[in-house]
């Protein structure tokens, strides 16, 4: 049954107790159900471990905010987290969610933190989308959206994982800029700088970190997260597309799991 706590729709499993709570959130167009693999594989691992899965401002049944910058959303997730009553959780974010869950650990009280297929050297896919900006603006944006999502290489998963994809995906054009504002308006080296902080800031916790990627990732963004993140651990999965918890469910609910002990 769907609840709200600091105003995001969310789905809440299992009991509190003593071990870290996990909070899911989902990447940009989607919605919490992108969750429901994941989350019903933990539940026949883990069935008493506390799970919330949030949709975040504009997407799926949360409402629509004035603006998505990282911050501002990341205050909102704060905010829901709090409503919900869950101490220093681990954050677990696919994609955009990835980056919202790394700068909610250098923010705010976090047991960790696993990151799904979000890489965070910035530079490059700024001047990507800065590169078809007046298009995302345009009529065009619906087949610009299109060339991003083709990119997810969502062929590779089942029937029934590509069947989840695309029908939990709404982009939205005003919620799609929305949230990549920053991307395409702020000065390249200010983004830089803004995500050396905030990793320098996950650092000093000492949270876990854990990268699960569905490619193999060019060997200098490795050594560009692990001069930030030494203790950072990558789990690579190839040919298992952007949405590698969804082609390989059990192995990620395993990935999940063992945060109990964080």
């Not at 933190?113 to 800065?130: G, I, S, Y």
């Not at 994809?165 to 929305?178: A, D, K, N």
């Amino acid at each position: 049954m769907m609840q709200r706590f600091g105003g995001l729709a969310a789905d809440i499993d299992g009991d509190d107790d003593n071990r870290p709570p996990l909070v899911f959130l989902h990447g940009l167009t989607f919605d919490r159900t992108m969750w429901r693999p994941a989350r019903d594989t933990l539940t026949r691992m883990d069935p008493r471990r506390r799970v919330v899965a949030f949709d975040l401002p504009g997407h799926g049944e949360s409402p629509d905010q004035d603006t998505y910058d990282v911050e501002s959303v990341v205050s909102v997730i704060h905010r829901a987290v709090e409503g919900a009553s869950l101490a220093a959780p681990v954050m677990v974010g696919h994609s955009m969610g990835g980056i919202l869950a790394t700068v909610y650990a250098a923010r705010y009280p976090t047991r960790g933190v696993v990151n799904v297929d979000q890489p965070l050297f910035v530079a490059p896919f700024a001047e990507l989308v800065r590169s078809v900006a007046d298009r995302l603006r345009g009529p065009d944006f619906a087949d610009v959206w299109n060339m991003f999502s083709t990119s997810f290489h969502t062929e590779l998963l089942s029937p029934a994982a590509q069947q989840l994809v695309h029908t939990t995906s709404r982009p939205r054009q005003e919620v799609v800029l929305g949230y990549w504002r920053e991307v395409i308006e702020d000065p390249i080296a200010s983004l830089t700088a803004t995500v050396d902080n905030g990793l320098a800031q996950v650092r000093e916790t000492g949270v876990p970190y854990v990268v699960v990627a569905g490619s193999e990732p060019p060997p200098m963004y490795r050594q560009w997260l692990h001069e930030r993140l030494p203790d950072a651990r990558f789990e690579i999965w190839p040919d298992s597309s952007h949405f590698p918890h969804l082609a390989h469910p059990d192995a990620f609910a395993k990935i999940v799991t063992d945060t109990t002990t964080w």
